[in-house]
């Protein structure tokens, strides 16, 4: 069974611009979680969709947004870029009622 | 704010030795302690995890501790191997919930 795939695995965009990060989780998993890996903040959670719906938030601002769409796959859109938002941004996925969550490799952003 | 304490930063050791990292938790609502385990260029990948009902959890060379009253479960790798070379995370949540909180993580380079 393939894991969770993260497309791009790198990305550099300028400040002021908009990113769009993609995640298709493992076959059968209907929940998506998104979290953004920093060294000073570590791992800190985004959010999370399950069937369509946005089911938890974390304590991000506004800028971060996500959708999710019929075959489970999930977006992620970060808006006006700031040179913080520069992160490992981590998905995950996993089944319903499940604890387990199955992490992609990531997509590094750099915000210049 | 950082619900989930994780110390020490790095850790050091011999191979063969033991590494223990230990985590605190503030919330008494978690009762899903999972710990992952982090290689350069992968995502986290669960390692082992506990429910409060009990306070010790092995597997393989892996063993949760749990202290309830305390807030705090640890992890102890027996007979560390150069393999082991990673970073670990604690994390929290309530079970059923996705949304885990993470400790800052723990880099442990194990020396041959």
């Known amino acids: 069974k393939a894991g969770v795939t993260q497309t791009p695995r790198y990305l550099i965009k300028t400040r002021g611009q908009q990113v769009t990060l993609s995640c298709s989780p493992i076959?059968?998993?209907?929940?998506v979680s998104w979290y953004q890996q920093t060294p000073g903040q570590g791992l800190q959670f985004l959010f999370e969709y399950f069937s369509e719906t946005q089911r938890n938030k974390g304590n991000f601002p506004g800028r971060f947004s996500g959708r999710q769409f019929s075959n489970s796959r999930s977006e992620m859109n970060v808006s006006t870029l700031e040179l913080g938002d520069s992160a490992l941004y981590l998905c995950?996925?996993?089944?319903?009622?499940?604890?387990?969550?199955?992490f992609g490799a990531g997509t590094r952003l750099s915000v210049l | 704010q950082q619900q989930v304490k994780q110390s020490p930063q790095s850790l050091i050791v011999q191979k063969g030795g033991i590494s223990i990292i230990n985590c605190a938790y503030e919330n008494t609502a978690f009762d899903y302690f999972p710990w992952y385990q982090q290689f350069p260029g992968k995502g986290p990948a669960l390692l082992i995890a506990?429910?409060?009902?009990?306070s010790e959890k092995k597997e393989g060379r892996f063993t949760i501790s749990f202290n309830k009253s305390a807030k705090q479960f640890s992890l102890h790798i027996m007979d560390s191997q150069p393999g082991d070379s990673a970073t670990y995370f604690c994390a929290a949540t309530i079970y059923g919930n996705n949304r885990l909180a993470f400790g800052k993580g723990n880099q442990v380079v194990v020396i041959p």
């Open positions: 995950a996925s996993s089944l319903e009622g499940g604890n387990i969550q199955y």
């Open positions: 506990i429910r409060p009902d009990v």
């Open positions: 076959s059968g998993h209907r929940s």
